[in-house]
């Protein structure tokens, strides 16, 4: 059986839900990588699963763009510094091609769920 097969079952099981909302999500304060998009992987399969029984369900991706730099990353210009601590909605893009420091690390995560076909409702904090 497959591992999703048995959280669906479970999730049924204790659950009895008109529509099932499968959430899931990240704070883009830099390189989003595969070990974060574990999570989001994850959720589409369940989502996927529930689906393909015939199951209404959506599948949402909130992104924290309101979560606060923590600290200035090695990539960063020295100038971010003072960047430590707003919210990444509200820090300029380290490269100036997109609208703010989280729109340009969460854009490049966005499109690669695009690219393998996962179909997500995007929630931003900011």
């Known amino acids: 059986m497959y591992w999703a ?12 839900e008109e529509q099932y909302t499968i959430a899931t999500g990240i704070t883009p304060s830099g390189h989003i990588h595969i070990g974060n998009a574990r999570e989001t ?3 589409d399969a369940i989502y996927k699963t529930l ?3 015939g199951i209404d369900a959506k599948l949402i991706f909130i992104a924290d ?9 090695p990539f960063l210009p020295e ?9 990444i909605s509200e ?3 380290p490269e100036g091609c997109c609208k703010n420091y989280a729109e340009h690390f969460l854009n490049p995560y ?3 769920l ?9 929630y931003k904090a900011d």
């Open 91 to 93: 820090i300029p893009c």
């Open 114 to 122: 695009d690219d393998l076909g996962i179909e997500i409702d995007v």
């Open 51 to 53: 689906k393909e029984r």
């Open 41 to 43: 992987l994850t959720a």
């Open 65 to 73: 763009t309101f979560d606060p730099l923590r600290k200035r990353y």
């Open 5 to 16: 097969d048995v959280v669906v079952n479970k999730l049924i099981k204790n659950r009895k």
């Open 79 to 87: 100038e971010y510094e003072e960047y430590v601590s707003l919210p």
């Open 110 to 112: 966005l499109e690669s």
